[in-house]
């Protein structure tokens, strides 16, 4: 298990992703913040130390796997990619350039790392359990990680899919929701309430663990408490904050997506520590 000094190597590591993101994101002005802010530990937590991986070889055939089901969080993805090794760091400043590999939402077929294309929400989970179902099929111990956004949760095909989850008993398929409360146009409660999500996912036959999102510490040991679990599929519900980080973000919807302009570069810049650039 994460020791002390680990947890903080990991939460250096996050801060400076949340500073070369803001940097990425005013440079090149598009691009996705709030959500890629809330996720950073989760995705940080699973390549660096839970995630059996060969960046050198991306289609290894033992890999474990992870899906951004949460697509427009990609900025955050391939920050993680990079340092791991998938591609040079360089090249992130072509983000959604005309011609890039790195496209606004995650591509499966032109960038290194990339399981599914993902960015049309609620196909994350589904294809997640068909990757589960034919690595059982192989006799594969790989695991799938499927990190949600619980804006996506309200469509209709993740809990088609949480079904088929059950059914299968694919304990080999971990789900991660980003439970930030925001979504697009206002928070989950004024788009649309969810009532108690745990039991949701319960009554659908998952293993529910609860956790902070933004302890690297817990994100481990709920993934370690997933796998002791074999009858069910489970799902980590992390708590997060969208924005995470940036004050003036933090909880806002309108952070979704918006770009960074000079001064809200500066403020942020200055609540995270690094140089303007």
């Known amino acids: ?37 809330s996720c950073t530990e989760i995705l940080t937590v699973l390549y ?22 949460k697509g ?12 791991r090794g998938y591609f040079p760091k360089e090249d ?11 496209q606004g939402h995650p591509c499966v077929h032109k960038t290194p790392g ?40 309200q469509e209709g095909a993740v809990w088609e899919a949480a079904m088929a989850g059950n059914k299968y008993k694919l304990s080999h398929c971990i789900a991660i929701l980003d439970n930030n409360g925001v979504q697009l146009d206002g928070t989950n409660e004024e788009i ?40 069910h599929p489970s799902i980590l519900i992390c708590k997060t904050v969208k924005g995470k980080g940036v004050s003036f973000m933090e909880g806002k919807s309108a952070w979704h997506g918006k770009p960074i302009g000079d001064e809200d570069y500066k403020k942020a810049k200055a609540e995270l520590g690094g140089v303007v650039e």
């Open 92 to 102: 992130l400043k072509t983000l959604r350039q005309a011609g890039s590999y790195l």
């Open 48 to 69: 660096f130390d839970i995630m059996n991986l060969d960046p050198k070889n991306p289609g290894w055939e033992k890999r474990d796997r992870l899906i951004l089901s």
């Open 114 to 153: 990339i399981e599914l294309s993902t960015g049309p929400l609620g196909l994350g989970l589904g294809a997640g359990i068909g990757m589960a179902l034919g690595e059982r099929l192989k006799g594969s111990d790989a695991y799938i990680y499927v990190v949600l956004g619980d804006g996506e949760i």
């Open 1 to 37: 298990m994460m020791n002390d000094g680990r947890k903080r190597e990991l939460d250096e590591l996050c801060l400076q992703f949340r500073r070369d993101l803001i940097d990425l994101l005013h440079q090149i002005q598009t691009g996705h913040p709030g959500g890629s802010l």
């Open 72 to 83: 427009h969080a990609a900025p955050i993805l391939y920050r993680i990619l990079a340092e």
């Open 192 to 231: 649309m309430p969810m009532g108690d999500i745990g039991a949701k996912w319960e009554a659908f036959g998952w293993n529910v663990i609860h956790c902070d999102g933004h302890n690297v510490m817990e994100i481990e040991k709920a993934v370690a408490e997933a796998k002791q679990v074999t009858a």
